[in-house]
């Protein structure tokens, strides 16, 4: 077991069969930024939805510890209750539930169904909504129900602003965003990651890491990290495109 | 109840009472006819496909037919309360008759709340052009067994470019026998009006078979928002006929809420009589321990470019039942009409059943129409939106199924809201049966 803030060594996952996630490791230590970058189909969300307790996502072998708990053997609610969080690449919509009531609950959840807790929540939820560029009459819509694909990001990162997680993994959080949106969302990364925390993001492109700075960029391919290295890394990754990693990797082009 | 017994015994008909018009008293009594020479439905339409017939003969006719209808004083010697939800409030219980409250002003717009059997006398042009003449006596056995013998009704008459705007309340309190009551509305052209029609049963009411008609006729242009709630005691078993006719650019909006009775069943339609007619029907049932719900509803498009739509939902749990059987007919040489049409079952355990029957009868090419159902579970991928928030998973499963149902809820006039949150929290938190 590590001290850091969250790891995980050796996590192999399963989805519906098929191993999609072949041994991974990874330590952040606390107020560090780490960023996952790979090609379409790597891995890269599968790992952290399994992380996050998805059902789907079966972790077949490995150990994760956040803050030195054990997170294998805790479900999606416990371990979101340890402090893990995760912005969802595709958030589902919800009938019914509005985004503050389940912002409510959540919150309430997280202190053992303490009310006092909500003391500030309309103010705080008011103020999160004005930074994040959201009109406040979103608090009373059904979450994500007929969300633009900007609005939904948004109000993933406004989730994660009002629960305070101590370590966020963001799957995806550029993908559909335009650029006035990206800039919006990124900001309201740097506000509300986790300071002494950890932030673990997950990208296709390096275009998000341009707002959002990270501390170590990894390259994830076919379920494996096959490097590790600095902010360079992402930069080198828009130049040179995936392949010529994956030539230097696995030395053959799959065909 | 010995069924073969009811059934060989045929009354003859009561006497006419001295207060019943003439016309209304044979009517009853060719009603009383049809019922007892109509044998059972057979058990081959979708209609009664999931239902026994015999849930809703009655055991005693004949002290039914011979309880005079009672005319009491509408006020009950209390002015309305100025601060009411409603325009008007009207009760049918066993013991006290009918009776209504009106606001004044709604009452000095020309509007009219009574009494049904009074009606018949003092509005006799009136409610004899439409009384009867959807939920008829040929409609069907029960329907007739509903006309020979209701003692207890509303006549609702709101006059032309009338807009109320508070809703009417209507409470139906069957009691623990048999209940035959009935509403006939006639909403004027351009006129818009809220009826709430709630159906619970009264303290001490804990069983009983409650059969109900329901006819509201739509004038050109009206706006008619519809809610009828089946709230009945555990034991009472409700049968229910509802029908609506709209006339050209007329809207209804009907809402059906059923989360009470043993077993309950419903025919509910709207026939859009004119052209861009428009008639919105949504559905919430939560049923659970070993409730059966029967629910089926029409939309009979008549004439050309009229809109109908449908969202009927269905929660079940423990042991519950539910059929849900919609028509759409849209009749030969009718243009560009439009019909929707969706049902979705949430089954919270195994053990529970849905059924889901879409019958389309179209009679013409040039039409835009289509039904979908669905049923299952919970969808995993929605817990685990709530779980990775880190709400627990009984409460997820609550707030889901409870979201499944908060669009329609929210339709409901404000007062009801409350009410109807109330029951499917409570039929959640109740124990798995």
């Known amino acids: 077991m590590s001290d850091k803030v969250f790891s995980f060594k050796n996590i192999h996952v399963v989805v519906e069969g098929k191993e999609v996630v072949k041994g991974v490791s990874l330590e952040i230590g606390q107020g560090e930024k780490h960023a996952i970058m790979g090609p379409n189909g790597s891995g890269k969300s599968s790992l952290v939805n399994a992380l996050a307790g998805h059902p789907s996502y079966a972790i077949t072998e490995g150990e994760a510890y956040i803050s030195g708990k054990n997170l294998i053997e805790m479900d999606a609610t416990e371990r979101a209750k340890a402090g893990l969080f995760l912005a969802f690449q595709y958030p589902l919509a919800i009938p019914g539930v509005t985004v503050a009531n389940f912002l409510r609950a959540a919150i309430k959840a997280k202190h053992g169904g303490d009310e006092t807790v909500l003391k500030d929540f309309r103010k705080e939820l008011t103020d999160k909504f004005s930074f994040l560029e959201v009109d406040k009459t979103f608090a009373t819509r059904y979450i994500n129900d007929g969300f633009s694909g900007g609005e939904k990001k948004k109000i993933e990162i406004l989730q994660m602003a009002m629960l305070k997680p101590l370590v966020a993994l963001l799957d995806e959080t550029d993908s559909g965003l335009d650029i006035d949106a990206l800039r919006i969302v990124s900001n309201g990364i740097n506000e509300y990651a986790p300071s002494d925390g950890g932030l673990l993001l997950v990208t296709h492109y390096q275009r998000m890491l341009n707002y959002v700075k990270p501390d170590y960029v990894h390259v994830m391919m076919h379920g494996q990290l096959v490097r590790s290295g600095g902010p360079e890394l992402a930069l080198q990754l828009e130049e040179q495109g995936y392949e010529k990693i994956e030539d230097e990797v696995f030395n053959s082009v799959e065909v | ?433």
């Not at chain 2, 052209?275 to 409730?291: P, Y």
């Open chain 2, 1 to 433: 109840m010995n069924l073969t017994a009811i059934e060989n015994k045929v009354a003859s008909f009561r006497t006419i009472d001295k207060l019943e018009p003439e016309w209304l008293y044979n009517l009853r009594k060719e009603s009383w006819e049809f019922y007892n020479d109509a044998p059972l439905p057979e058990r081959v339409t979708n209609v009664w496909r999931y239902t026994k017939p015999e849930n809703f003969l009655v055991a005693n006719a004949e002290e039914i037919m011979n309880t005079a209808p009672l005319i009491p004083d509408g006020s009950n010697g209390h002015p309305y309360p100025k601060n009411s939800e409603y325009s008007a409030v009207g009760y049918n219980r066993e013991d006290m008759m009918t009776m209504v409250k009106i606001d004044p002003a709604v009452a000095g717009q020309g509007v009219i709340i009574k009494n049904l059997f009074q009606a018949a006398r003092e509005n006799e042009d009136l409610v004899r052009q439409y009384f009867g003449t959807m939920v008829a006596p040929n409609f069907g056995k029960f329907e007739a067994l509903n006309m020979a013998l209701w003692n207890n009704g509303f006549f609702i008459f709101v006059p032309d470019n009338t807009v109320i705007e508070k809703p009417i309340a209507l409470n139906r309190h069957p009691g623990d026998n048999f209940s035959h009551i009935r509403l006939l509305a006639v909403i004027g052209r351009n006129s818009q009006v809220t009826l709430v029609d709630n159906y619970s049963c009264s303290g001490r009411a804990e069983s009983g078979v409650d059969n109900s008609a329901v006819e509201i006729f739509g004038g050109d242009s009206a706006r008619v928002k519809y809610v009828n709630l089946q709230r009945l005691g555990p034991q009472c078993i409700g049968y229910i006929t509802q029908r609506a006719r709209i006339g050209r650019s007329g809207n209804i909006y009907s809402i059906y809420g059923a989360t009470g009775g043993a077993v309950s069943k419903m025919n509910a339609g709207t026939i859009l009589a004119g052209r861009h007619a428009e008639s919105r029907m949504s559905g919430v049932i939560f049923g659970d321990k070993n409730q059966h719900f029967d629910y089926h509803t029409l939309h009979h498009h008549q004439d050309n470019e009229s809109y109908s739509n449908i969202d009927f939902k269905v929660i079940l749990k423990d042991k519950a039942m539910s059929a849900y059987t919609g028509l759409i007919r849209i009749e030969k040489d009718t243009i560009n009409n439009e019909a929707y049409q969706e049902n979705r079952n949430l089954l919270l355990n195994k053990g529970t059943k849905a059924e889901s029957i879409p019958e389309l009868e179209i009679l013409t090419d040039q039409v835009r129409c289509t039904h979908g159902a669905t049923m299952g579970p919970i969808d995993p991928q929605m817990l685990f939106y709530l779980k990775a928030r880190g709400i627990g998973h009984e409460e997820a499963v609550k707030m889901i199924a409870a979201g499944f149902v908060e669009p329609t809820i929210m339709q409901m006039p404000n007062e009801l809201r409350e009410m109807m949150r109330g029951i499917v929290t409570d039929k959640l938190a109740g124990e798995q049966k």
